[in-house]
């Protein structure tokens, strides 16, 4: 943060999944520790439902304003009615009371999903061992495409999001691919782990 401050760089601080942690603890937030240099971008659509279509920005005060007004000049603003609900159910104290139900929701398929790639993915394989959220983010063997590995997946019968459009520019993130586990079943995810492994360890030997 004091890099930041001396640099004048601004930090966007993406929360959504910060209160998914599996366990519920939390790291302080960037904006708590320097916000006059961070704006904190939160959404509800993790912790309650998406189709809410609300979220919130904490920042600077100038920073914010010119937020408000881009915001009012794109949609006008987000509906009245929404933002009432929002925040009547958080001043009830639901969002505390639901948090454990909604960790607990995924930490189990994350454990499906982990476990199976542990026993199934070929030597080569990296993926993140996530400790919240919904994603965990793999690294194929040396000399493999995430894209180019798509349709053999999806005859398989899997689907994941290729790493390439999470990087700026045109390089980066080529063998690389996010695996959601926030949708299927348990034994679902543990059968894609295996269809996905077979479907690269085809590819490194072909
Ligand atoms: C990392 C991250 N940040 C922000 C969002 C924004 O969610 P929404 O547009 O539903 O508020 C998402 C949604 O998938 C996300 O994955």
Same mark, same amino acid.
């Given at each position: /943060? ?11 601080? %993406? ?99 982990? %476990?199976?790639?542990?026993?199934? /993915? ?24 995430? /894209? ?6 999806? %005859? ?45 360890? %085809?590819?490194?030997?072909?």
């Amino acid at each position: /943060m004091e890099l930041c401050r001396r640099h004048r760089v601004l930090v966007l601080e %993406d929360v959504a999944y910060r209160e998914l942690g599996f366990d519920g603890s939390t790291l302080p937030t960037l904006w708590s520790l320097g916000p006059d240099v961070v704006v904190q971008a939160g959404t509800f659509s993790k912790i309650l439902m998406p189709g809410v279509r609300l979220g919130w920005a904490a920042g600077p005060a100038e920073v914010v304003a010119e937020l408000a007004n881009a915001k009012q000049n794109t949609d006008q603003c987000a509906g009245a009615f929404g933002q009432v609900l929002m925040e009547a159910y958080g001043r009830a104290g639901h969002f505390e009371a639901h948090a454990p139900a909604a960790r607990a929701l995924y930490a189990a398929p994350w454990a499906a999903l982990g %476990d199976a790639l542990e026993r199934h /993915m070929p030597t080569g394989a990296r993926w993140s061992r996530p400790s919240g959220g919904f994603f965990s983010w793999l690294a194929l063997p040396e000399g493999l495409d995430a /894209m180019g590995l798509r349709p053999a997946a999806e %005859d398989a019968g899997v689907a994941y999001v290729p790493g390439h459009p999470f990087y700026p520019g045109e390089a980066g993130g080529a063998p690389e691919m996010r695996l959601s586990f926030s949708h299927l079943r348990e034994d679902e995810l543990a059968e894609a782990a295996k269809r996905l492994a077979d479907v690269v360890r %085809d590819a490194v030997s072909a």
